[in-house]
């Protein structure tokens, strides 16, 4: 798929996780490519080859629409993926949370509307809460049990309102556990502390919460198809497997991958952090049906990438 070769392409968060592994993609897909990054978590490291092939790096803050505006101006899709990610820093400033996911969010809405950008905007299965329904559709009443949850549904409402009252052309993506080479998390954080201490693993929360983990070229895929599908516009979509797995289970996974023998895994009881989901699950039918859409790699193929990489 080439449908975006030769177009103007911007991607918020463009040096983080997925805005890396993105533009790696549009850029060998012939776009013409700027990631905006304040790299506050994001890694120049990530991108830094790509700028021998082209892509053009702005360091600046979705928060001023100066350095925005002028890195937005004639562009003609833009990838939203600039966020305050971490539920618990959510849950200890709030206000910082809504000034990058809230307002950043509107500031990133009025450049696209100023260009005449199609948006693809990075929402989260945090808006659901715990939900009693699972798999959960995207017609599951919302719900969300965090400020960055909260944040994020906030963000989508703003996103329909430019959408209705503008007609700014814009796609939302409710995603599930993204993971891959320079990712974060839970799979990161288990390898980490197994390559320091392959005996033993602590693990946060009782070990019963499951996760929907969905491989980051399958998480690339659907942001490109919402990108260019013309059917895509104004339409909410999950972004999983539609299937869920246990943290126990993830660590037993990990430690049989890696071959190792004898490890004492330890659970520390209760809620991992304060907002922390139960269990998430996708129905991703709507962005299989809409988008023809379908994840590529398995949790056990996937886990065999990030390792062989070493980029955890």
């Given at each position: 798929?080439?449908?975006?070769?030769?177009?103007?392409?911007?991607?918020?968060?463009?040096a983080?996780?997925?805005?890396?592994?993105?533009?790696?993609?549009?850029?060998?897909?012939?776009?013409?490519?700027?990631?905006?990054?304040?790299?506050?978590?994001g890694?120049?490291?990530f991108?830094?080859?790509?700028?021998?092939?082209?892509?053009?790096?702005?360091?600046?803050?979705?928060?001023?629409?100066?350095?925005?505006?002028?890195?937005?101006?004639?562009?003609?899709?833009?990838?939203?993926?600039?966020?305050?990610?971490s539920?618990?820093?959510?849950?200890?400033?709030?206000?910082?949370?809504?000034?990058?996911?809230?307002?950043?969010?509107?500031?990133?809405?009025?450049?696209?509307?100023?260009?005449?950008?199609?948006l693809?905007?990075?929402?989260?299965?945090?808006?659901?809460?715990?939900?009693?329904?699972?798999?959960?559709p995207?017609?599951?009443?919302?719900?969300?049990?965090?400020?960055?949850?909260?944040?994020?549904?906030?963000?989508?409402?703003?996103?329909?309102?430019?959408?209705?009252?503008?007609?700014?052309?814009?796609?939302?993506?409710?995603?599930?556990?993204?993971?891959?080479?320079?990712g974060?998390?839970?799979?990161?954080?288990?390898?980490?502390?197994?390559?320091?201490?392959?005996?033993?693993?602590?693990?946060?929360?009782?070990?019963?919460q499951?996760?929907?983990?969905?491989?980051?070229?399958?998480?690339?895929?659907?942001?490109?198809?919402?990108?260019?599908?013309?059917?895509?516009?104004?339409?909410?979509?999950?972004?999983?497997?539609?299937?869920?797995?246990?943290?126990?289970?993830?660590?037993?996974k990990?430690?049989?991958?890696?071959?190792?023998?004898?490890?004492?895994?330890?659970?520390?009881?209760?809620?991992?952090?304060?907002?922390?989901?139960?269990?998430?699950?996708?129905?991703?039918?709507?962005?299989?049906?809409?988008?023809?859409?379908?994840?590529?790699?398995?949790?056990?193929?996937?886990?065999?990438?990030?390792?062989?990489?070493?980029?955890?």
């Open positions: 798929m080439k449908a975006l070769k030769g177009k103007a392409v911007v991607v918020t968060g463009g983080g996780f997925i805005g890396s592994h993105l533009c790696r993609t549009l850029i060998d897909q012939g776009a013409k490519v700027t990631a905006f990054d304040n790299l506050s978590s890694k120049i490291d991108i830094e080859d790509l700028m021998d092939d082209g892509l053009k790096f702005v360091q600046g803050d979705i928060r001023d629409t100066t350095a925005l505006e002028k890195a937005t101006r004639n562009s003609e899709v833009i990838f939203h993926l600039a966020a305050q990610t539920v618990p820093f959510s849950m200890e400033d709030a206000k910082e949370d809504c000034e990058v996911n809230v307002v950043g969010t509107l500031n990133v809405l009025e450049a696209a509307k100023k260009a005449g950008a199609r693809v905007f990075s929402s989260s299965c945090a808006v659901y809460g715990n939900p009693e329904k699972r798999p959960t995207e017609t599951y009443p919302t719900h969300p049990i965090s400020f960055y949850g909260l944040s994020k549904f906030i963000g989508e409402n703003y996103c329909g309102f430019y959408q209705e009252n503008y007609g700014l052309e814009v796609v939302m993506l409710r995603i599930f556990n993204v993971y891959g080479p320079n974060h998390g839970v799979l990161p954080d288990f390898l980490n502390k197994l390559r320091k201490t392959p005996d033993e693993l602590e693990v946060l929360g009782t070990g019963r499951g996760r929907d983990f969905v491989y980051v070229s399958d998480m690339v895929a659907i942001l490109l198809l919402a990108a260019t599908s013309p059917v895509a516009a104004g339409q909410i979509f999950n972004v999983g497997t539609g299937t869920t797995t246990s943290v126990r289970e993830l660590a037993n990990i430690i049989e991958f890696l071959g190792l023998e004898g490890v004492e895994v330890s659970f520390t009881g209760g809620l991992a952090w304060e907002g922390d989901m139960d269990i998430t699950q996708a129905d991703n039918s709507k962005a299989v049906n809409i988008l023809q859409w379908r994840p590529q790699v398995s949790l056990e193929e996937g886990l065999k990438k990030l390792i062989s990489s070493g980029r955890y």
